[in-house]
């Protein structure tokens, strides 16, 4: 069971258009900490790879926020399928690569 929050996604009509649907995702906020160091970024450059204030993520890391929506879209998505993630990000931004290597 997750303990983070679930952002919602509703769409009126659903996929089928007989009635709208729910999509909830759910990052539990151990685990965004977890995730940076298996990736080997600290707070700062983890932040600006992911274009956030390095206080949302340490509020996220500490519990006292939690992702939703895109952010935790984005984290579920990298959680899954690193290599690809941070190939894209890091196109634009290679100045932000991990000090070492995931």
Do not use: H, Y
Not at 38 to 49: E, K, T, V, W, Y
Request: aromatic content about 4%.
């Amino acid at each position: 069971m997750c303990r983070a929050s679930a952002g919602a996604i509703a769409r009126p009509g659903g996929l089928t258009g007989r009635g709208p649907f729910l999509i909830r995702i759910c990052v539990p906020q151990r685990d965004v900490k977890a995730l940076r160091k298996r990736l080997g970024f600290s707070q700062r450059r983890f932040a600006q790879l992911l274009r956030l204030n390095v206080d949302t993520l340490r509020g996220w890391e500490m519990g006292r926020r939690r992702p939703s929506g895109a952010a935790a879209t984005l984290l579920q998505i990298l959680a899954a399928e690193p290599d690809t993630v941070l190939r894209v990000l890091l196109a634009t931004r290679p100045g932000l690569a991990p000090k070492r290597p995931p």
